[in-house]
């Protein structure tokens, strides 16, 4: 079982990778830089077959709009990972793991709804990524 050590350690790894899509998402809004976020939606939405493109404006205002918000999520993890878990390890743990289990539901749900049910299987191994052994409470120790 894991510490709260180990557990304030997590936070900061879910954090950076919640964070490193949204770089990656931005760089989709400018057509020079898209290849990375297209190549990732083409991967999500297997096979990999290249008919995923990211060249509608529309694509790469909705990308701009989840950079955005996956660099604040990552952000609002990282400042959790401090003195606020310091104060309530439990309720941090337990929010961190509650957004990412509604992340997974609804990214899933939708994944499947517009035909890409192969990035709902992508989600658990992510969603495992993210969590890690924020699962389960921490030891006292």
Do not use: C
Not at 12 to 20: N, T
Not at 44 to 69: C, E, K, S
Not at 103 to 131: E, R
Request: avoid cysteine; charged fraction near 15%; proline fraction near 5%.
């Amino acid at each position: 079982m894991a510490t709260r050590q180990t557990h304030k350690a997590y936070l900061k790894v879910s954090a950076v990778l919640v964070m490193l899509f949204g770089p990656i998402f931005f760089l989709g809004t400018m057509a020079s830089t898209s290849e990375p976020i297209r190549f990732s939606a083409d991967l999500l939405a297997w096979p990999i077959d290249g008919a995923q493109t990211y060249d509608h404006p529309d694509t790469r205002f909705v990308g701009a709009l989840a950079g955005g918000f996956l660099l604040g999520w990552g952000a609002l993890i990282w400042r959790l990972s401090g003195d606020i878990f310091d104060a309530a390890p439990e309720a941090v743990r337990k929010a961190v793991v509650t957004g990412f289990l509604a992340w997974f539901v609804l990214d899933s749900a939708g994944s499947i709804t517009s035909g890409h049910g192969s990035n709902a299987l992508f989600n658990i191994l992510v969603l495992l990524a993210f969590v890690g052994p924020l699962w389960r409470p921490a030891t006292e120790t």
